[in-house]
Structures are given as C-alpha cells and as structure tokens.
C-alpha cells in the first residue's frame, strides 16, 4: 500500500488545496494530509481549526482513503513515522516551483521520500491562502475559492479581527 503525505498551512483549506487532495486520493491507497504547524508563523486559524475545516470539507465530498493530521516536526519524520513513500505538492504557478524544488531535494536527502508535483487546475491556480484572507478582510466574496463551511468560519474570523 502506498501512502502519500499531502502537507500545508492551509491556513484556511482552499478550492485549490482541495483540488489537489482529492486528485491524490484517486492515484494513492492512503493519503495523509498533514498541517504544518509552525511556531514562527502566526496563523488566523488553530490547528485543530484548520484540521477540522479540511476533515468537514473531505467528508462532504465524500473522500474516505484521506487521514487528516498535523506536525510541528520535519515533515520527512512524519513520513517515516506512518510509512509514506512520496510528498505530494500542487504547483499554481511558475513562483511554485522554485519554492518547492528545494524542499523536494532537502526532503529527499534527509529521508528517501519523493515528491512528486502536480499541476494545479488552471481554474484555481489564482487561489491561495492569502489571497482568499485578503478578499474577505475587504469584504470580497470568497465563494467558490473554498468550502462553504469555511468561508462562514472566515468571515466570522475577519469580524474577529476588526474588533
């Protein structure tokens, strides 16, 4: 059985990241799809938020082989802690690669584990993270660029912020 670990912020889980996720799910046994907890970084979302986003996301598009989890560790332990052979990354655009070309060689130095890249769907390769955070902070309408239930949980977070 192959599994393949899917890692991120996914600070919130997007159309894109989604996208992804479920195109793994279809080529790999199990997939892992792991939030990156990083002490440096302060994210709008817990990682118990963001887990339960992706989880609540899945399950309504009826995804089953996905295992959603977290780190605050190398990603390459994590992998060999559950026995993945291969990162798996989408690339939106050109900027993408570069990025994760690096991570792709240190991780597999320190590991063995591959990573194999796959295309983000030309009609979300604009979405990201940030850029949906951005919308909403400025009252944009962020459907479509994620799930339902996350676009309530972000919005309610961007009233948050404002007070």
Same mark, same amino acid.
């Given at each position: 059985m192959?599994?393949?670990?899917?890692p991120g912020?996914?600070?919130?889980v997007t159309a894109g990241h989604l996208?992804?996720?479920e195109r793994c799910a279809k080529l790999f046994a199990q997939v892992?799809?792991?939030?990156?907890?990083n002490a440096a970084k302060e994210p709008m979302f817990s990682e118990s938020e963001?887990?339960? %986003?992706?989880?609540?996301?899945?399950?309504?598009?009826?995804?089953e082989n996905v295992v959603v989890s977290s780190t605050d560790g190398l990603i390459t332990e994590y992998c060999t802690r559950v026995g993945a052979s291969v990162i798996v990354k989408g690339l939106r655009q050109n900027g993408d690669y570069e990025a994760e070309?690096? %991570?792709a060689l240190v991780n597999r130095?320190?590991?063995?584990?591959?990573?194999?890249?796959?295309?983000?769907d030309p009609i979300r390769e604009h979405i990201s993270s940030s850029i949906v955070k951005d919308v909403a902070r400025h009252g944009g309408d962020i459907t479509g660029m994620v799930p339902a239930s996350v676009c309530d949980a972000l919005i309610q977070a961007v009233t948050e912020e404002k007070k």
């Amino acid at each position: 059985m192959t599994i393949a670990v899917c890692p991120g912020s996914f600070d919130p889980v997007t159309a894109g990241h989604l996208d992804v996720i479920e195109r793994c799910a279809k080529l790999f046994a199990q997939v892992h799809v792991v939030v990156a907890v990083n002490a440096a970084k302060e994210p709008m979302f817990s990682e118990s938020e963001r887990r339960k %986003m992706i989880e609540s996301a899945l399950d309504a598009d009826g995804v089953e082989n996905v295992v959603v989890s977290s780190t605050d560790g190398l990603i390459t332990e994590y992998c060999t802690r559950v026995g993945a052979s291969v990162i798996v990354k989408g690339l939106r655009q050109n900027g993408d690669y570069e990025a994760e070309l690096g %991570m792709a060689l240190v991780n597999r130095q320190l590991s063995g584990v591959e990573t194999l890249f796959i295309p983000a769907d030309p009609i979300r390769e604009h979405i990201s993270s940030s850029i949906v955070k951005d919308v909403a902070r400025h009252g944009g309408d962020i459907t479509g660029m994620v799930p339902a239930s996350v676009c309530d949980a972000l919005i309610q977070a961007v009233t948050e912020e404002k007070k």
